[in-house]
C-alpha cells in the first residue's frame, strides 16, 4: 500500500513517475479527455485546517478521473475530542478507497497511515507539504522544460514548504537556497536527515536575500505567519520585514528567472503587488498544476 506522508516516503523514481503520469494526464485533459482511472473510487478528505487550493485541488481531480469525493472538518469526524483517532482512522477507511488529511501535527497523518487501513496523503502537516512540492516542480518543468541543474531560491520562514521543497530539490537534482532571519532558518535535525537520505543533495542557508537569489531560476515565498502562527504575526511582520520579494530582488536573480508562491499571498507584506501580477509570476499555472499533480499521484497511488 502506498502512501505520502513526506518526500522522505519517495525514491526519486517514484517522485518521477507521479510527476510523469501528471504530465500525461493534463496533456490528456487538454484536449478534452478524462480517463475514468477512479471510476467508483472514494476519496476522504479531512481538514483541521480550512483550505481553498488543496480542498478543490483533490475533489476536482478525483471527481475528473471518475470517483467521488467526501468532505469533513475535524470536528465533523470526531477528532476534537469525540473518538479516538485510530478509531476515526479504522472508521472512515472503511469506507474510503484513499484519505486526504491537512492537519497540524504530522503524527494524527501516521496515525491514519497505522490504523486506517487505506491510502493516506498529506495535504499538508506543519511539518511537511509534499502535494504542493511536487506541484512546484511539474511547474518549473512546464516552464522551462528541465529541473536538472536549477536552483530554487526560498525567501522566508523555513516552514513545512521550504522543507518539503528542499526534499523534492534533492530528489531531482536541483540547488536549494534559503534567506531566512537567524531563529528562522531550517532545523539542524531535519537537515541531518536530509544529508543522511542525500548525500548529494546541494542546499545553502543565507540570512541575505541577495545572496541567496543570486543566479537563481526560481524566487519561490510563502506566508511568514502560518495558520496556528496568527498571535505572532505582528512579530514576525517586523521581523520579516527585509525579505519582501519585490522587483529589486527580482533582479538580483536570473534574468529568466520567476516568481512562485504556495498561496494565499498576503500581497505588500512577503510579495509586493507588482510582482504577483509580473509576467514572470506563475504562481497562478502553479496554483492549477495542484489538481493536476493529484491526477498523477491517483494514477500512481491507486493503479
Known amino acids: 500500500m502506498k502512501h505520502l506522508t513526506s518526500l522522505f516516503d519517495l525514491t526519486t523514481v517514484e517522485v518521477r513517475e507521479i510527476l510523469n503520469l501528471a504530465k500525461e494526464l493534463k496533456d490528456a485533459w487538454s484536449h478534452g479527455h478524462r480517463e475514468p482511472l477512479c471510476r467508483g473510487l472514494v476519496l476522504t ?8 487550493r488543496t480542498r478543490v485541488s483533490f475533489e476536482a481531480a478525483m471527481m475528473q478521473l471518475g470517483g467521488s469525493a467526501i468532505f469533513m472538518s475535524a470536528r465533523e469526524a470526531g477528532l476534537e475530542g469525540r473518538e479516538h483517532h485510530g478509531d476515526v482512522a479504522r472508521v472512515v477507511g472503511g469506507y474510503s478507497d484513499v484519505i486526504v488529511l491537512r492537519t ?4 494524527l497523518i501516521e496515525t491514519f497511515v497505522e490504523s486506517s487501513g487505506k491510502p493516506v496523503i498529506n495535504g499538508l ?4 507539504h509534499p502535494c504542493q512540492a511536487l506541484t512546484d516542480v511539474l511547474t518549473i518543468e512546464e516552464h522551462f522544460g528541465d529541473s536538472e541543474g536549477r536552483t530554487l531560491a526560498y525567501i522566508g520562514d523555513g516552514n513545512n514548504v521550504a522543507k518539503s521543497l528542499l526534499l523534492v530539490c534533492a530528489h531531482l537534482g536541483m540547488r536549494f537556497t534559503i534567506a531566512a532571519p537567524e531563529g528562522f532558518q531550517l532545523d539542524e535535525e531535519f537537515l541531518k536527515q536530509v544529508k543522511h537520505r542525500f548525500p548529494n543533495a546541494e542546499f545553502t542557508q543565507f ?3 541577495q545572496e541567496a537569489v543570486s543566479s537563481a531560476d526560481v524566487i519561490y515565498t510563502d506566508v511568514w505567519a502560518s495558520m496556528g502562527q496568527e498571535e505572532e504575526k505582528e512579530q514576525r511582520a517586523a521581523i520579516f520585514q527585509n525579505y519582501q520579494v519585490n522587483s529589486d530582488l527580482l533582479a538580483e536573480a536570473n534574468a ?4 512562485m508562491h504556495c498561496l494565499p499571498a498576503r500581497r505588500g507584506l512577503e510579495v509586493s503587488e ?3 501580477d509580473n509576467p514572470r509570476s506563475i504562481v ?3 496554483a492549477e498544476n495542484r489538481m493536476h499533480l493529484a491526477k498523477g499521484l491517483f494514477a500512481w497511488m491507486l493503479r
Open 256 to 259: 529568466d528567472a520567476v516568481f
Open 45 to 52: 478528505q479531512i481538514f483541521e485546517k480550512p483550505s481553498l
Open 125 to 128: 502537516s506543519d511539518d511537511f
Open 274 to 276: 507588482e510582482i504577483m
Open 284 to 286: 497562478f499555472p502553479q
Open 207 to 209: 540570512t541575505s536575500p
Open 104 to 107: 497540524f501535527a504530522q503524527s
